[in-house]
């Protein structure tokens, strides 16, 4: 084929790709059919541009006209697509996650006393009973975690590798919390309080020993994040659980497809907990800084977390959206 014949083939579709680009330059976005037809055109111009770069060499024409319209339909092209990902981004940290959380309340509520209760039952128990104690912790045992086990825990490993350790493994808990909920809530509700007692009982010990400030310093600068966003994500099981229990008028199949769509958007947002409260956990919790310091950083992360959704779920509900849903229009 001569060069006027491919020029005549293609330039069509090279018109079309210029006017699109020069389209998505001036409107900051084109539709989604226009998008699609431009990844079209881009590629295929792509293609013309390799061939002409080949047969057509001698005439630069033709060349460097195809390198610019590639080139600026690289450049818009690839904007659009940054662009929508931010605003998918933005949309989901004001609106989705919030929204989800919101409709969580009252499961995160339960959530909350199914770890707090037990938490605070083996807190108390094991800090004024030395029977308790002693079957907690018999033949010395207690010292031994109280003096050092406990502490050496958060420092005996490179920061880096403890945080992805603990990032993983809270992961897992998180995902567990929430799959059990299908099990008629029965295992979620029993993990909670199982890592409510837990927590509890390592309170307990160190607040008979006297050593009470010890515990809290080491426990508040992640575990503030990190234990709500593990009632949370029970929270969400919660929901699932109760939709198979109670699917109200829906059919019990749409009801927990509808609670697990909604419930994936909490542990999408989650993640981002779990891995704050890992950076934490590996970077602060076992410093050598002062107490206050630690727990203040502690804070400030489980503040700015909560703070932004809990901000964001108050405008909602205050804009009659606090039933969004991401298939909604905004």
């Avoid at 108390?124 to 975690?145: C, E």
């Avoid at 005996?156 to 992961?171: D, E, G, K, L, R």
């Avoid at 697990?260 to 409260?277: D, E, I, K, P, Y």
Wanted: with cysteine; proline share 4%.
């Amino acid at each position: 084929m001569d060069i006027d014949a491919f020029v005549a083939a293609n330039q069509g579709g090279w018109w079309r790709l210029q006017q699109l680009t020069e389209r998505a330059r001036k409107v900051t976005q084109v539709t989604p059919d226009e998008l699609d037809e431009m990844v079209h055109l881009y590629q295929s111009t792509g293609a013309n541009l390799a061939n002409a770069r080949v047969e057509y060499a001698a005439d630069s024409a033709v060349v460097n006209r195809l390198t610019l319209l590639v080139s600026d339909a690289h450049g818009v092209l690839y904007g659009q697509r940054d662009t929508e990902v931010r605003r998918g981004v933005v949309q989901f940290a004001t609106l989705t996650f919030p929204a989800a959380i919101y409709s969580l309340r009252r499961y995160i509520l339960v959530a909350a006393l199914l770890t707090l209760v037990p938490w605070a039952a083996f807190q108390i128990w094991l800090s004024v009973s030395p029977t308790a104690f002693d079957v907690a912790a018999p033949d010395g045992a207690g010292q031994q975690y109280i003096e050092q086990d406990f502490e050496e825990y958060y420092s005996n490993q490179p920061s880096q590798n403890f945080a992805t350790q603990v990032f993983f493994n809270n992961i897992r808990v998180g995902f567990l919390a929430f799959a059990s909920g299908a099990l008629l809530c029965v295992v979620t509700a029993a993990l909670l309080a199982w890592n409510g007692a837990n927590v509890g009982m390592a309170g307990g010990l160190f607040t008979h020993a006297g050593q009470a400030d010890k515990f809290w310093g080491l426990i508040l600068p992640h575990g503030l994040l990190e234990l709500s966003a593990v009632i949370v994500a029970g929270a969400a099981g919660l929901r699932i659980g109760w939709a198979i229990i109670d699917p109200g008028d829906r059919p019990r199949f749409n009801a927990i497809t509808d609670e697990a769509r909604r419930a994936g958007s909490v542990l999408v947002g989650l993640v981002v907990a779990f891995l704050m409260a890992a950076v934490v956990e590996g970077f602060v919790t076992g410093r050598p800084w002062p107490t206050s310091l630690r727990i203040g950083i502690g804070v400030v992360v489980f503040a700015a977390f909560w703070g932004w959704t809990i901000v964001y779920a108050v405008r909602l509900r205050r804009e009659g959206r606090e039933q969004y849903s991401p298939d909604a229009p905004t």
